[in-house]
Nanobody, 121 residues
Framework: QVQLVQSGGGLVQAGGSLRLSCATS????????MAWFRQAPGKEREFVAL????????YYADSVKGRFTISRDSAKKTLYLQMNNLKPEDTAAYYC??????????????WGQGTQVTVSS
C-alpha cells in the first residue's frame, strides 16, 4: 500500500506559478513510477506528466510541455509539479498517482486526494 497526500495549489493569475507536492508513505517510493493527472469541471481526467521509477525519465502532455516540470525527491519520498506560465485552461483539480508509468490513469493504483488549481485571466 502507498498513501499519497497532496499539498499546494490555489488561485493564481495567468502567467503566474504554483508548485504542487505529493508526499508518500507506505511501500517504497522507488518502486513506482509517479504521475500527475488533472480534471476540469465537466471533463474527463487527463494525463499531465509522469516520471519513471528508475532513471527519472520524464514525459509531458503537449499542453504543458515547456511550462510544467515534474520531479521527485527520493530522500523526502515526495513528488512535485512545478507549474509556470499558468493559463486559465490549466484550471482543474490535480491528482498525483503511483503506478506503472504510462499516460493512462488505468495503470495507476494509488491516488492522492486532489488539489484545486484555479488560474484567473
Amino acid at each position: 500500500q502507498v498513501q499519497l497526500v497532496q499539498s499546494g495549489g490555489g488561485l493564481v493569475q495567468a502567467g503566474g506559478s504554483l508548485r504542487l507536492s505529493c508526499a508518500t508513505s507506505g511501500r517504497s517510493f522507488a518502486n513506482y513510477a509517479m504521475a500527475w493527472f488533472r480534471q476540469a469541471p465537466g471533463k474527463e481526467r487527463e494525463f499531465v506528466a509522469l516520471i519513471s521509477k528508475v532513471v527519472d525519465a520524464t514525459y509531458y502532455a503537449d499542453s504543458v510541455k515547456g511550462r510544467f516540470t515534474i520531479s521527485r525527491d527520493s530522500a523526502k519520498k515526495t513528488l512535485y509539479l512545478q507549474m509556470n506560465n499558468l493559463k486559465p485552461e490549466d484550471t482543474a483539480a490535480y491528482y498525483c498517482a503511483a503506478g506503472r508509468g504510462t499516460d493512462s490513469q488505468r495503470e495507476y493504483d494509488y491516488w492522492g486526494q486532489g488539489t484545486q488549481v484555479t488560474v484567473s485571466s
